[in-house]
């Protein structure tokens, strides 16, 4: 009797119905004993098949689910949200210049341009979400179907399989992600990739920030400007322009306005001529209150100290000059743009290519005591495959031409592993198609760039 109450306990009921003949016993039958379990039977047998069935059927709703296009349009969702804010902060952006009386029509145009994409995205949401509409009706109707079924499953469950089994189900998955916390906090430390700063490596490119029409106005289609990285004291809020004549031939004025206002506002500069030279192409920068540049019409380096009023020249050993290796676009090559200069948390670079690597880009870093070249390294980059190039943080980066809209920078070489790469594609939008200076400015970590007259800044997205 105490076995089988016990046995009732634990829930394994079943009828022991035993008689049972004494053993051994002779002659003599004792009365057959029983044993008697009042039971409660289950309606049924847990159906564990029919169990299995539907998990399945959920894996594989799951699947198909995780097929569809949902990703997609939550990616879209993402990207709308992202520039939805963007464009609030463009339009509050132009607000303030309209108020300030600086109305620029090229903020204005951007966000045209960015109205109409939000418009065309909005569209593929819409299509996207008809389409999963669709599909969706099928697998709601499974869906439904499914949880009906395992309600009714539930109430089989006196054994609590069910429960059970998503319990464990919880406790495997707050075990794995223990797992994966403890991973993370054995993880070794990583070594740098090529081309990471403190602030890491370079993943991207905003889209244009500020961007104004060039004072000289649409017809002067080359030119430079820009904000010096290290400025003398008094002067960091100067601004700098410097346009070309002659189809990029030559100039030798550069413009400066005291401030970002003046420059936006046009309502005070102050031109200075370079005296005994002209500037060829348009790869001058501003650095250390020295502008620096490709002397006209030779393989030289100028430095033209804007206190001082002097100019000071060196040879740039072996380099192309006048038209040798310009940077191109497939239909065409930019006149003069043979010697580049940029500017990045080391110091000032000249980027050029030679004869003897080939017509490939050579990366220099210039003492800007006296010009001569510190440190150099070939590159595989052929110079007219490139649109231009510019350096951040000891690592050169070379764009080219993807659209009338987007430029690529599809090309690396990083001066301190001495690692190249030339698949990379960070796209960023232009304002016009043409580009004809970019360079980083170390101090407000953006890229000046003279885009067809414009003058366009972008943010460098780190990460
Ligand atoms: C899983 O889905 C595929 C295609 O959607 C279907 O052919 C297959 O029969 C399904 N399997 C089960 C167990 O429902
Ligand atoms: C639910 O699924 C079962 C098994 O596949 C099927 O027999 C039944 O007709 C389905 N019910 C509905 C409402 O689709
Ligand atoms: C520019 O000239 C001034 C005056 O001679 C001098 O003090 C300054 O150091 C020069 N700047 C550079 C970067 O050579
Ligand atoms: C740069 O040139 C100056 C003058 O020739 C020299 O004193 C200095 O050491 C040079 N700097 C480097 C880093 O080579
Ligand atoms: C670059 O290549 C040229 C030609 O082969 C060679 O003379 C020069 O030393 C090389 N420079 C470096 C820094 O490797
Ligand atoms: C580019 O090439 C490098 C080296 O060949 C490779 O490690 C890297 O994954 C490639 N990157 C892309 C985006 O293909």
Redesign the pocket.
């Given at each position: 009797m105490a076995l089988c109450s016990f046995l009732c306990k634990i829930g394994l009921c079943f009828l022991l119905q035993s008689a049972v003949n004494a053993v051994g016993s002779v002659g003599r039958s004792r009365v057959a004993q029983r044993c008697y379990c009042d039971l409660e039977v289950p309606d049924g047998l847990f159906p564990v098949q029919q169990l299995n069935e539907l998990h399945?059927?959920c894996v594989?709703c799951t699947r198909?689910l995780a097929g569809q296009e949902f990703d997609k349009a939550v990616d879209i969702v993402v990207s709308l949200e992202q520039r939805l804010t963007d464009l609030q902060q463009r339009i509050n952006e132009f607000e303030e210049e309209y108020e300030g009386g600086l109305y620029s029509i090229i903020s204005f145009r951007i966000i045209e341009i960015e109205i109409t994409e939000l418009h065309d995205l909005f569209q593929e949401l819409q299509e996207k979400y008809t389409s999963n509409q669709n599909d969706l009706s099928g697998q709601i109707v499974q869906i439904v179907n499914i949880t009906d079924r395992v309600d009714e499953l539930q109430k089989y469950d006196r054994q609590n399989v069910v429960q059970e089994q998503r319990e464990n189900a919880r406790l495997r998955r707050s075990l794995s992600s223990c797992n994966d916390e403890l991973l993370r906090t054995v993880a070794p430390p990583t070594t740098p990739h090529p081309g990471s700063c403190s602030f890491g490596a370079l993943r991207g490119v905003s889209e244009p920030r500020s961007s104004i029409l060039s004072h000289y106005g649409t017809s002067y289609f080359y030119g430079g400007w820009g904000n010096d990285p290290l400025p003398a004291a008094g002067k960091e809020n100067q601004y700098w322009l410097a346009i070309m004549l002659k189809s990029n031939y030559y100039g030798n004025v550069i413009r400066i306005y005291p401030s970002f206002g003046t420059f936006l506002s046009k309502t005070s500069h102050t031109d200075v001529t370079i005296p005994g030279t002209h500037i060829q192409g348009t790869g001058g920068i501003m650095y250390e209150n020295c502008f620096y540049f490709n002397c006209y019409n030779s393989p030289k380096l100028c430095k033209f100290n804007m206190t001082a009023k002097t100019v000071l020249s060196d040879d740039l050993p072996f380099a192309g000059h006048n038209n040798k290796f310009p940077y191109c676009r497939p239909s065409s090559c930019l006149l003069y743009t043979d010697i580049d200069l940029a500017t990045d948390e080391n110091g000032l670079w000249a980027l050029y290519a030679t004869e003897s690597n080939f017509g490939n880009t050579v990366i220099s870093l210039v003492n800007t005591s006296d010009l001569s070249l510190i440190k150099s390294w070939n590159t595989t980059l052929y110079k007219k495959s490139a649109t231009n190039a510019f350096m951040v943080c000891g690592v050169m980066y070379a764009t080219r031409f993807f659209s009338d809209e987007m430029e690529e920078i599809f090309y690396m070489f990083d001066t301190t592993t001495e690692v190249e790469l030339n698949n990379l594609s960070i796209r960023f939008r232009k304002v016009s198609s043409g580009i004809q200076h970019i360079n980083y400015n170390p101090r407000d970590q953006k890229l000046y760039v003279y885009s067809d007259a414009f003058l366009v800044t972008h943010d460098i997205i780190f990460g």
């Open positions: 399945r059927l594989n198909t």
